[in-house]
Nanobody, 116 residues
Framework: QVQLVESGGGLVQAGGSLRLSCAAS????????MGWYRQGPGKQRELVAA???????NYADSVKGRFTISRDIAKNTVYLRMNSLKPEDTAVYYC??????????WGQGTQVTVSS
């Protein structure tokens, strides 16, 4: 049973910062990749950032230079540091883990609200 538990969301003013955490039950090397998706009001869920088991990272163009994904292998945790937040970053952020069969596991989501 895979569990992904997110934390760190909240309300922040534009220009502020937040750090999201995603703690996995067990080693994160069980997964081919882990990442963060978000779903804004009336929008489809979209990839924000992802990191592969080999450490390869990719970001959505809209967050490049502002967001940083990282991981702590000893803590089985993936982080998303979000700086220079904008109102358009407002969304529910979901932690995702993809195993080697391409099956997706999801966290419960954490709300990020950026006020202007």
């Amino acid at each position: 049973q895979v569990q992904l538990v997110e934390s760190g969301g909240g309300l922040v003013q534009a220009g502020g910062s937040l750090r999201l955490s995603c703690a996995a039950s067990g080693s994160i090397f069980r997964f081919n990749a882990m990442g963060w998706y978000r779903q804004g009001p009336g929008k489809q869920r979209e990839l924000v950032a992802a990191i592969t088991s080999g450490g390869r990272i990719n970001y959505a163009d809209s967050v490049k230079g502002r967001f940083t994904i990282s991981r702590d292998i000893a803590k089985n945790t993936v982080y998303l540091r979000m700086n220079s937040l904008k109102p358009e970053d407002t969304a529910v952020y979901y932690c995702n883990a993809k195993d080697y069969t391409a099956f997706n596991f999801w966290g419960q989501g954490t709300q990020v609200t950026v006020s202007s």
